[in-house]
């Protein structure tokens, strides 16, 4: 299916849905009581303007039904952690898979391309990621240190802010990498030129499976 951004895998089903991509379990945490967030950054919204939109709104039609569903867990996994490090959130004991969670955010960066959103800071051309990753997301594979999502604690200002930018390599238009800040905690997804990132200083590796309090 053409409007599938994984149809290089084959197996598409013969239904486009319409997907968040940043799922909605994520941005359901930061929207108000109307369930509309504030956002800037994108194409259509003018370089230091800010909009408030429903959430509904950032939903495209970039994955069949097949290929969406075999990533539902993905976004459960996400809105569980992101749910977990919510400074209202009630303590208690909440298992987080590192793998799921670094799936998830190569899902976001996957969904963020299919939509054309993703352009050069300094030419305004839009940049990719590559293809090859789509075996990542769907199969088994795993990316081997120093890539994939590393986590680091983050001073912020505000506990409930929430921020998603990533990084390009100019010449080659492609991603390097993504870091969203979250509720006082960094992810950072290297995709390449990693190892000479000082921004791995003093972080860890994806983490495996475990037990948060």
Not at 189 to 197: P, S, V
């Amino acid at each position: 299916m053409e409007d599938c951004f994984a149809k290089s895998l084959s197996g598409c089903s013969g239904k486009i849905s319409r997907e968040h991509f940043i799922s909605e379990s994520v941005l359901l945490l930061i929207a108000d009581k109307d369930q509309k967030i504030h956002i800037n950054g994108f194409p259509w919204i003018p370089s230091g303007e800010k909009r408030h939109i429903p959430t509904a709104t950032l939903k495209s039609k970039i994955l069949c039904t097949h290929h969406n569903r075999l990533l539902s867990n993905l976004d459960g996994e996400a809105g569980k952690f992101f749910s977990f490090l919510r400074p209202s959130s009630q303590p208690k004991n909440e298992k987080i898979s590192g793998k799921k969670i670094e799936k998830w955010m190569m899902k976001c960066m996957l969904g963020m391309q299919a939509t054309g959103i993703l352009k050069s800071k300094e030419s305004d051309s839009e940049v990719k990621i590559e293809e090859q990753f789509l075996e990542y997301l769907f199969n088994d594979k795993e990316f081997a240190e120093p890539f994939g999502l590393v986590f680091e604690l983050e001073p912020s200002n505000s506990k409930m802010e929430f921020r998603i930018e990533f990084h390009a390599n100019e010449e080659l238009k492609m991603i390097t990498s993504l870091h969203i800040l979250a509720f006082g905690i960094s992810l950072k997804f290297n995709f390449l030129e990693i190892a000479m990132n000082k921004l791995l200083a003093g972080s860890q590796n994806r983490p495996p499976p475990g037990t948060s309090k």
